[in-house]
C-alpha cells in the first residue's frame, strides 16, 4: 500500500501490510521508532516493506524513516499508528454488496483510504474508539480536571492521575506548561453492530455520487423526497449508522 | 385440476431456472457476470439481481370462439427483472441480457410446452433510477402475452346444466 509522505496510517497487527513511500525517489531501508518498544531498520524490496506485526506491540505510535540507499539519513518520513485490529477485514469490503459493487477490482490502497476515513468519522462521531489507542491532551495549567478521551486505560506522562473514565488530574510536580499530556483509551472489543455500521460506511464512502453535490431532497410527480444527508441529518448520510454512533457512542460532554 | 393459467405459470418458472444458471446465461451473456436468482412470486427480501414470475396472472379474456363451445382464452403471465449496481451501466447491461434471455426463453418454445397455443413476450414498463445508497437500480416488467383455446370443464358444465334444470322448473 502506498502512503505519502508526512502522513499517519493506521495499521493493525492483526492484518498483513506492506507499505510503500508515494515518491519517485529511490530509497532503501526504512527505520522504524516505535513510542514504545525497540528501533528497527529493515530493507526495502521493490520500494516496500512488510510490516513488523509481531515485533511492535500495540497501541503504539512509529515514526517511519524513509532512507536512500546507503544513507543513514530520513530522506522522508511518515507515521503508523499501531492498533491491535481493524474494524473490520478488508476482505469484507472486497466482497461487499453481494455483487452489487465489485469493490474487489479496486486497488487496496483505495479501499484502505476508504475503512481509514469511515473509521475516523465512526470514532469521531461517537467520541469513543473501539480498540486501544495512545492520545494526548494539552494542560494549560488552568485549574481544573482534564478532559482526555472516553474509556481511559493508562495514564502514560508521569505526574498526572487518572480521576474517571475519562478526565485527567494533575498529581504533583507538572510544569512547564503548557505540556502534552499521554494516556491510552478505547473500549475493550469492537460490538458487531459497530463493525457493520464501520463497513457500511466505508462501502458508501467508496460508490461515486449519484445525485448532486449539497442536494438535499428533489421534487417529483410523487411529492417531495428527503435526502438523508451528512452533517445536517446526522454524521453520516446512513440513518442505520447514524443509530449506531447513538447507540454505542458515548455523545457529547458538556461543563457547566 | 390444474387450470391453464397454472400450468402455464409453473411452466415459465421452470423455464426461467433452467434458463439463468451459470451454464446457460453465465455462457451466453459475457456482457455481465450477474446471473439473477429466480423466484415465484416477488421476493420478500428483494435480492441485488433477481427474476421474479409473478404468482397469479393478469388481464385474462375470453374472445371469440375458435369452434363451437371452445373459446380463444387470452391471459397475460409477468415477469419483474432487476438489477442494482453502483455503475449505471452495469446494472442496465445486466438487466437487458435478462430481457433477452426471457425473450429467447419464449421463442424457444412459445407453446410453453403444449400447455398454451401461442405466447407473445413484451416490455410493458422498464426504467432505471438512483437509490439512496448511491447505486442505480434497473428494473423492467416484462410481459407474456398467452392465448390458449379451451373449452369449459365438464364438472363445470354438470352443474351449470343442473343451475338451469332449476331455474326451468
Redesign the interface.
Known amino acids: 500500500m502506498k502512503v505519502a509522505p508526512n502522513t499517519t496510517v493506521r495499521v493493525a497487527n492483526s492484518e498483513v501490510a506492506s507499505l510503500e513511500l508515494d515518491v519517485t525517489a529511490e530509497l532503501g531501508t526504512v527505520r522504524l521508532l516505535p513510542r514504545f518498544g525497540e528501533e528497527t531498520v529493515l530493507p526495502l524490496d521493490g520500494g516496500a516493506f512488510d510490516w513488523p506485526t509481531t515485533t511492535i506491540a500495540a497501541p503504539n505510535a512509529v515514526t517511519v524513516e524513509w532512507r536512500a540507499p546507503g544513507s543513514e539519513d530520513a530522506a522522508f518520513k511518515c507515521y503508523v499508528e499501531v492498533v491491535s485490529r481493524h474494524y473490520f477485514p478488508l476482505d469484507a469490503l472486497k466482497g461487499y454488496?453481494?455483487?452489487?459493487?465489485?469493490f474487489e477490482a479496486l486497488p487496496d490502497e483505495t479501499l484502505w483510504a476508504a475503512r481509514q476515513a469511515a473509521t475516523d468519522v465512526f470514532e469521531e462521531a461517537s467520541h469513543r474508539s473501539f480498540v486501544e489507542r495512545i492520545g494526548r491532551i494539552k494542560d494549560y495549567g488552568r485549574d481544573g480536571l482534564l478532559a482526555a478521551s472516553h474509556d481511559l486505560r493508562e495514564v502514560l506522562t508521569d505526574g498526572y492521575a487518572q480521576e474517571s473514565d475519562s478526565y485527567l488530574k494533575r498529581a504533583g510536580a507538572c510544569g512547564p506548561f503548557p505540556r502534552w499530556v499521554e494516556y491510552t483509551y478505547g473500549a475493550d472489543e469492537i460490538p458487531s453492530a459497530v463493525s457493520s455500521a464501520v463497513l457500511d460506511l466505508a462501502a458508501?464512502m467508496l460508490?461515486?455520487?449519484?445525485?448532486p453535490i449539497g442536494a438535499t431532497g428533489e421534487s417529483t410527480d410523487a411529492g417531495y423526497i428527503h435526502?438523508?444527508t451528512a452533517g445536517r441529518d446526522g454524521a453520516t448520510?446512513?440513518p442505520e449508522v447514524n443509530a449506531a454512533i447513538q447507540m454505542f457512542g458515548a455523545g457529547e460532554r458538556f461543563v457547566w | 385440476m390444474v387450470t391453464d393459467f397454472i400450468r402455464a405459470r409453473d411452466v415459465l418458472v421452470q423455464r426461467m431456472r433452467d434458463v439463468f444458471t451459470p451454464e446457460t446465461f453465465g455462457v451466453l451473456y459475457p456482457e455481465t457476470?450477474?446471473v439473477p436468482s429466480v423466484y415465484l412470486g416477488f421476493p420478500a427480501t428483494e435480492?441485488?439481481?433477481y427474476v421474479a414470475v409473478d404468482e397469479i396472472v393478469d388481464a385474462a379474456a375470453t374472445s371469440g370462439a375458435a369452434t363451437m363451445g371452445r373459446d380463444r382464452v387470452d391471459f397475460t403471465l409477468h415477469v419483474w427483472l432487476s438489477a442494482?449496481?453502483?455503475e449505471?451501466a452495469?446494472a442496465s447491461d445486466a438487466l437487458l441480457c435478462y430481457i433477452d434471455a426471457v425473450f429467447g426463453s419464449i421463442m424457444a418454445d412459445p407453446q410453453l410446452c403444449n400447455t398454451v397455443e401461442n405466447s407473445f413476450p413484451q416490455i410493458e414498463i422498464a426504467g432505471t433510477a438512483?437509490?439512496?445508497?448511491?447505486?442505480?437500480i434497473a428494473a423492467a416488467l416484462v410481459g407474456i402475452e398467452c392465448s390458449v383455446w379451451t373449452g369449459c370443464q365438464p364438472l363445470i358444465a354438470t352443474a351449470v346444466a343442473a343451475s338451469n334444470g332449476k331455474l326451468a322448473r
Request: hydrophobic content about 20%; aromatic content about 12%; glycine content about 6%.
Open positions: 454488496g453481494d455483487g452489487r459493487d465489485d458508501y460508490r461515486p455520487s449519484n445525485r435526502f438523508t448520510a446512513i | 457476470d450477474k435480492p441485488p439481481f442494482q449496481h453502483t449505471l452495469r438512483a437509490d439512496s445508497s448511491k447505486r442505480y
